[in-house]
């Protein structure tokens, strides 16, 4: 298994740990990830607001390297999965853009055919590896945990760009949980929006939404969350305080990366997973598992 691996900005900058946890991982699982070093941003989705001539441009020419390097893509990042599954659709879609695109690309001497497929980590993990294989791998099952799985907005919607799971009833991180022997307690705001885009416009607002994200997950039963993508990760941990503050509440609940709980339950240690980098503990949640 060989994929062209494209982190995202988030996962290069401030939530570094998914990334390195990500390739230990797959090193371990022998899943092949190919740097995109001249990969650019796909735009987060703001530039597609304002230019989205550029937006679509900017995405074509990401996977225009994929497909010269002959290979699908894998991100770890729901709103990267999110930005280029919708631009690769319409590429494929529309002939005529995908014809006006590639003017533009051949300017840096790229190409794009519309034969390159955007994965998410966890899909990669579900379907492509498979929950069987990946339970043979398990070594040290996640017993006693009970994850609440936050699977957030951009790797459910839009469906029809998507389609992996379903956007009002998801359950990929509940069978991933459970393959990693975890206890996953679904909860009513798993598939709620945490806030981020509104977080730097109205902070107040953010707060109140990720204070609520983390009062499903704990009524639930949760006393740990598990996020595929990284900028959830960033609301939730770094602003998990000012939502203590606000709802007169302590939650204590620590947010855990995808590939952290998989490497946890593959052996891994603490100082293998980073966890160090949390601003909210993790210490407690995984006693069950590092105790042995």
């Not at 740990?17 to 797959?26: H, L």
């Not at 992996?164 to 990693?180: G, M, N, Q």
């Not at 203590?244 to 939650?251: A, D, V």
Request: charged share 25%; aromatic share 6%; glycine share 8%.
């Amino acid at each position: 298994m060989k994929y062209a691996y494209y982190p995202g900005c988030a996962s290069q900058t401030i939530t570094k740990e998914y990334d390195s946890t990500t390739k230990k991982v797959c090193k371990i699982l022998g899943i092949e990830l190919l740097e995109m070093t001249d990969a650019n941003c796909c735009g987060a989705g703001l530039i597609t607001d304002y230019n989205y001539e550029l937006s679509i441009t900017l995405n074509a020419r990401i996977f225009a390297i994929a497909e010269k390097m002959g290979l699908d893509i894998m991100t770890i990042c729901s709103t990267c999965l999110m930005i280029m599954s919708r631009a690769n659709k319409e590429l494929k879609e529309f002939p005529k853009l995908l014809k006006k695109v590639n003017k533009t690309l051949e300017k840096a001497g790229l190409h794009y055919s519309g034969n390159v497929k955007v994965t998410h980590f966890l899909w990669t993990l579900s379907q492509d590896y498979g929950l069987d294989k990946l339970k043979a791998m398990v070594k040290k099952p996640l017993k006693d945990m009970k994850i609440a799985p936050y699977y957030g907005c951009h790797i459910l919607r839009p469906s029809n760009a998507l389609g992996f799971d379903d956007p009002e009833k998801p359950v990929s991180l509940e069978r991933l949980i459970e393959t990693l022997g975890g206890d996953a307690m679904p909860n009513e705001g798993k598939t709620r929006c945490c806030g981020f885009q509104i977080v730097l416009v109205t902070q107040e607002t953010a707060v109140d939404m990720i204070g609520n994200r983390l009062k499903e997950a704990k009524d639930a039963g949760g006393k740990c969350m598990v996020s595929p993508c990284p900028l959830c990760h960033i609301n939730l941990d770094s602003y998990q305080r000012e939502a203590e503050k606000k709802t007169h509440q302590k939650f204590e609940m620590p947010v855990f990366h995808l590939s952290q709980i998989v490497g946890l339950a593959l052996g891994m240690s603490i100082d293998e997973l980073e966890l160090g980098r949390h601003l909210v503990s993790p210490e407690n949640a995984i006693t069950t598992v590092v105790g042995d």
